[in-house]
């Protein structure tokens, strides 16, 4: 597609609850990643995938947080028992893979836990 | 682990007025990238910064990579309302693929 693609744009979801975020890159980009915007704040890393290679995993921030991406195409990130805590806009991104390219990123989904 | 900061949080002026925000990482950065977020919106990719040293201009915007590549700032002379929104460097290190996002600098403008 044109651009980096993710839904819902907007889920609330009771705590306790399992959320399931969608993202969508731009076709030929072969990183994607997940970063979490807590409002008004910077963007705080998760994790990103590269082609077949083992993600980098290292800013998941509990085991309840867990993403797959299928090949170069969609991924997923999923919450599970969702806490308050949880409340953000998760940002997708991708790019084509080397250290000379800029991030395109998605609208976002806001994750709100009531 | 790596982390980058970022100079001010908050800057308000009056358009027309010059703008400045400055990031230092903790660790030499083999390259340096800057994007704006505007209100309600997604950060979008302005400029990548690589050499020691390196200065680059987009029309009012200059941005500078610092010479031991640990630093970087983003000049705007004479702000318009377009320019309001957030500026965020992120950084990489030799090696990685992933950004380090600096905390932003959120700059609004009076008109």
């Known amino acids: 597609g044109a651009g980096v693609s993710q839904s819902p744009s907007n889920k609330v979801t009771e705590k306790g609850k399992d959320v399931e975020l969608r993202c969508d890159p731009i076709?030929?980009?072969?990183?994607l990643y997940w970063y979490r915007q807590s409002l008004g704040q910077g963007l705080e890393f998760l994790i990103y995938f590269q082609g077949n290679s083992a993600p980098d995993k290292s800013g998941l921030p509990s085991d309840r947080f867990s993403a797959e991406r299928t090949g170069e195409s969609v991924s997923t990130l999923t919450i599970q028992r969702t806490q308050q805590e949880d409340s953000a806009v998760y940002l997708c991104?991708?790019?084509?893979?080397?250290?000379?390219?800029?991030?395109?990123f998605g609208s976002g989904t806001r994750l709100t836990v009531v | 682990g790596q982390q980058v900061m970022q100079i001010p949080q908050y800057q308000h002026v009056q358009e027309g007025e010059d703008f400045t925000t400055y990031c230092n990482s903790s660790?030499?950065?083999?390259?340096i990238q800057w994007y704006k977020q505007r209100p309600g919106g997604h950060p979008v990719f302005l400029i990548q910064l690589v050499k020691s040293g390196e200065v680059k201009k987009q029309k009012r915007l200059t941005f500078q990579f610092g010479e031991a590549k640990k630093n970087s700032s983003l000049h705007i002379t004479a702000t318009q309302t377009t320019d309001v929104g957030t500026y965020f460097c992120a950084g990489r290190i030799q090696g990685a693929q992933k950004l380090v996002f600096g905390q932003g600098t959120r700059l609004t403008i009076n008109p």
């Open positions: 076709s030929g980009h072969t990183a």
């Open positions: 660790t030499t950065l083999s390259n």
């Open positions: 991104a991708s790019s084509l893979w080397g250290q000379a390219t800029g991030y395109t």
